[in-house]
């Protein structure tokens, strides 16, 4: 049974990555003088963005077969249907 | 890229092919697709609730402590690194660095527990509880003078303490699995460069809670 | 009949040296899991069943003292007659014990156990010791939940649903401990079905036999697999929900309490949410287990294999945007409503093309009337009436008239009860002898499955009249009502129809505990069926196989024209048969 030597994906750049995100999200929450509602979006974006980074490449999602990702992607838009759904009670 | 060699952790006997995850690895997967539905309910609820609260919701920063809470975020990626980091060592083959870096993010997921704790009864302390704010407080004088907006605030601790304290949970379970993995298997050097799926499978579960904690402190403590 | 060549490892088994405790009480073995659940939710069924007895008392006699009716406490049914304050709780717990504790357990964590690496020819489950969790986390939720029956203030009493704000309000329902251990009890139950969901996932991917491709595997595993699916992405929703109720119940946190900003209707859509896939979890097993028993008892392939399979998945992923069509009365927003009316249209188009493919079987069939045929050609016409009902309440304007009336309860019990549980009676028949080793006695079974047909139609049909005259659910007297007091003699005539429904089960309990003893020792595979289970002795040894068969074709091969037999197991190999393609690349 070989033993695979493989790179690596560059973990620390990607803290450093994750680091400034993280620095950005809190100059933007209380810095910024824009909208609230451009800051709802960009933060949201953000927390996204940081939350990928863990999952591709910490989870190595990114580096996995398509069958072994749809696992993990076929919940989300249960969540998304879900909270919208029960949004429109307040918001329609 | 790595993964943990599927060959030397499958069942000694034969099986059509199924996904290329060995079973203790497509478990934890399929465990976290239900955690994923576990969080929506609370975070969901939470967002429901917000959207639909009666009056304003209380700033960013005026009731929870934000610097803290950064600082313990910032502690938490770390420890999610420190674990990438045991994992790819073990992969290398290398045991003395599989054991400290598994260490560093046992130490880094204590302490957010730890300060955790702290935040909790910091804020239990000024008046923030989970049925809102107690009476005679610091915090039911501002509200009482106008500083903050009462009415929600009672969803505010409901959503706040449910949220973060099931988050909390977890990451206190992933703590003890870890210490005890550290124990039997690390330190006594159980783990080789064939046969490390229990590493890679504990931080599949720590990163996820980390994942977890990336979405909460954003809408939670930033929004 | 043919010795099965080319099977490898029948009838060897490694020596078993365990202890009792091990091999009996906390086992890790599957199969010994699949039996306990089979008790522990038999016993359940029948605290339900108690539970029912009693409401059907207060309704067909109402205020009149019960027969046994003075073992009750005064607080609950002083002089045996039964208050409104016990008989909600009765309501409440029927509903409670038979989804959660009877049905659920006795579908999944019975049949998903025992035949999931039977079938599929693995020698146990992916993670046993998790599976050995998962049994005891569900007793101990049943016991829980047991428990909350006899605190003092009583159990539970907001409905199975459990809606806020009366069950977040001790000081509305009156009930306090008891409401709280309901949620306990749930979050418990919770936890063991994730658990076991993910063992039974793991195990479908990850471990089938060589051979056994996707489309090879009998149906009753697509059923449980899909079902698990399900149970995996609800199940979390519930505890959460149940989690928030407990919460607003002991801590003082305001998540259903509209006083204080909370939504009410959060709960429902929360609930309902985990509630609609549960219906479905509650009746696939029972279809993938119908299908297998129908086509070993039509001799027969099941017609349209791959069409019942998209079915299952169809069902499945549909049942997860309909759940609103419970709440059409809430006063929830009515373009939402719309949606879901016109979803919930949709979903009944899967479950008629299984209804289709079942008749299309049987077609033209060498039909062998066995009990676990006649329980499963049952549950097809009873499942049909039930689903029928169910296309009145999809559509919102008729649902607005029948929400929350015995039409509902006809519709429910017509699924569960005619659909479910007849399901369940033919395969506890059918795979008893590969559980005990003996067969149970068909001659019994025949005459339970007839004089349970009767008086459960006698049942619960009336209730559809009930329903639509405007009889409401869980109302303690509906003599109250001057429009309902002529409908009081059909109530009376579905209480008695009910009391003979539930005596005449004591056939089927005795059926099944004398044939333990005294029931025909049965042979390797008496009812000649295909699956891999029925290659090996009965009872099935530990560890299942000495070695991982090879699987050559699909589960349904009957009267294939190259055996004289009219059956052809999956494992038998003939002349022409290639080998797996898995068998050799695994290597091990």
């Known amino acids: ?92 | 890229m790595t993964t943990a060699d599927a060959r030397a952790m499958q069942p000694p006997f034969p099986a059509e092919r199924g996904v290329d995850a060995y079973n203790t690895k497509l478990g934890m997967w399929v465990f976290l697709a239900s955690e994923v539905m576990f969080f929506t309910a609370l975070i969901g609820a939470y967002i429901i609730l917000r959207f639909g609260a009666p009056g304003e919701w209380a700033r960013p920063g005026t009731v929870l402590n934000v610097p803290v809470t950064a600082f313990n975020t910032f502690l938490l990626i770390c420890s999610s690194v420190s674990m990438v980091k045991a994992y790819a060592s073990i992969a290398d083959g290398n045991q003395k660095l599989l054991k400290f870096w598994f260490l560093v993010t046992i130490i880094c997921g204590a302490s957010f527990v730890g300060v955790q704790a702290y935040e909790y009864l910091h804020l239990i302390h000024r008046g923030f509880v989970p049925s809102g704010v107690r009476d005679g407080s610091e915090l039911a004088e501002l509200v009482a003078n106008g500083t903050l907006p009462g009415a929600s605030l009672g969803l505010y601790g409901s959503t706040f303490y449910t949220m973060t304290g099931f988050h909390g949970f977890h990451v206190t379970c992933g703590v003890i699995s870890m210490i005890y993995l550290y124990l039997t298997k690390v330190l006594p050097g159980k783990y080789t460069q064939q046969n490390y799926g229990g590493v890679e499978v504990i931080g599949l579960y720590w990163h996820f809670v980390d994942l977890v904690w990336i979405i909460l402190f954003t809408i939670v403590y930033l929004i | 009949m043919t010795t099965v060549a080319g099977t490898p490892g029948v009838g060897h088994t490694h020596h078993d040296d365990r202890p009792f405790i091990r091999k009996y009480i906390f086992s890790t073995d599957h199969k010994i899991i699949g039996i306990q659940f089979l008790f522990v939710s038999l016993f359940f069924l029948l605290v339900g069943g108690l539970l029912a007895m009693q409401i059907r008392w207060q309704l067909g006699f109402p205020n009149q003292p019960m027969p046994g009716g003075k073992l009750l406490p005064e607080t609950m049914a002083p002089d045996g007659v039964i208050l409104p304050e016990y008989y909600i709780q009765l309501v409440t717990m029927h509903g409670t014990f038979m989804v959660f504790f009877a049905i659920m357990p006795l579908l999944v964590g019975v049949y998903a156990n025992f035949l999931i690496p039977l079938k599929l020819g693995a020698h146990d489950m992916a993670f046993p010791r998790i599976n050995m969790a998962s049994f005891w986390a569900a007793l101990l939720a049943g016991l829980v939940m047991l428990s909350s029956l006899f605190v003092p203030e009583g159990a539970a009493r907001a409905g199975w649903t459990m809606y806020a704000p009366l069950s977040a309000r001790p000081d509305l329902s009156g009930a306090g401990l008891g409401q709280q251990l309901w949620c306990v009890a749930i979050i418990l139950l919770g936890l063991s079905s994730i658990l076991g969901s993910l063992n039974y996932i793991t195990t479908v991917i990850n471990m089938r036999a060589p051979g056994m491709t996707w489309f090879r595997m009998p149906l009753s595993i697509w059923a449980l697999f899909i079902t698990a699916i399900l149970g995996l992405l609800a199940l979390p929703v519930l505890s959460g929900a149940a989690i928030m109720l407990l919460f607003d119940q002991t801590i003082g946190t305001h998540f259903f309490d509209p006083a204080a900003g909370g939504q009410a209707l959060l709960w429902q859509h929360l609930f309902w949410f985990f509630g609609h896939p549960e219906v479905y979890i509650l009746i696939l097993p029972a279809m993938g287990m119908v299908s297998d028993m129908i086509a070993n008892g039509s001799r027969k392939p099941i017609f349209g294999y791959h069409s019942m399979v998209f079915a299952i998945i169809g069902i499945a992923f549909l049942g997860w945007i309909v759940w609103g069509h419970h709440m059409f009365v809430s006063g929830m927003n009515p373009t939402l409503g719309s949606t879901f009316m016109v979803t919930t249209m949709i979903i009944a188009v899967p479950s008629a093309i299984k209804t289709f493919n079942w008749l299309g079987t049987m077609w033209r069939g060498n039909l062998r009337f066995h009990v676990p045929m006649m329980h499963a050609v049952g549950f097809v016409a009873m499942f049909v009436i039930g689903g029928l009902s169910g296309i009145f309440m999809a559509a919102t304007p008729v649902d607005m008239h029948i929400h929350d009336t015995y039409f509902i309860v006809a519709h429910i019990h017509y699924v569960l009860f005619g659909g479910s549980l007849f399901a369940l009676f033919g395969a506890i028949t059918f795979w008893y002898p590969k559980m005990f080793g003996r067969l149970m006695h068909e001659g019994w079974g025949k005459v339970h499955f007839w004089l349970t047909m009767l008086f459960y139609n006698l049942t619960f049909f009336p209730m559809h009249i009930l329903g639509m005259a405007g009889h409401m659910r869980r109302i303690y007297d509906p003599t109250m009502y001057d429009f309902l007091k002529p409908y009081q003699p059909l109530n009376h005539f579905i209480s008695i129809s009910a009391f003979l429904l539930f005596a005449v089960q004591a056939i089927f309990a005795l059926n099944f505990i004398i044939s333990l003893f005294r029931g025909a020792k049965a042979s390797m595979n008496p009812w000649q069926d295909n699956g891999l289970e029925w290659t090996l002795p009965n009872p099935a040894p530990h560890g299942n196989w000495a070695e991982v068969p090879r699987v050559y074709r699909g589960p349904y091969e009957y009267s294939h024209p190259d055996t004289t037999e009219d059956f052809l197991p999956q494992s038998q190999k003939l002349p022409g048969d290639p080998e797996p393609a898995a068998a050799s690349a695994a290597g091990h």
Do not use: D
């Not at chain 1, 990555?17 to 451009?38: K, Q, V």
């Not at chain 1, 927390?47 to 990114?62: G, N, P, Q, S």
């Not at chain 1, 992607?73 to 909270?83: C, D, F, G, K, M």
């Open chain 1, 1 to 92: 049974m070989e033993s695979v030597q493989h790179k690596h994906p560059p973990y620390l750049l990607i803290w450093l990555y994750l680091f400034l995100l993280t620095a950005a999200e809190l100059g933007l929450a209380f810095e910024l003088p824009i909208s609230r509602n451009l800051k709802l979006l960009l933060l949201l974006g953000t927390a996204l963005w940081k939350a990928l980074l863990v999952a591709m490449f910490f989870m190595h999602l990114k580096f996995e077969k398509w069958n072994l990702r749809m696992l993990f992607i076929i919940p989300l838009p249960l969540a998304v249907i879900l909270v919208l759904a029960v949004i429109t009670e307040k918001i329609w």
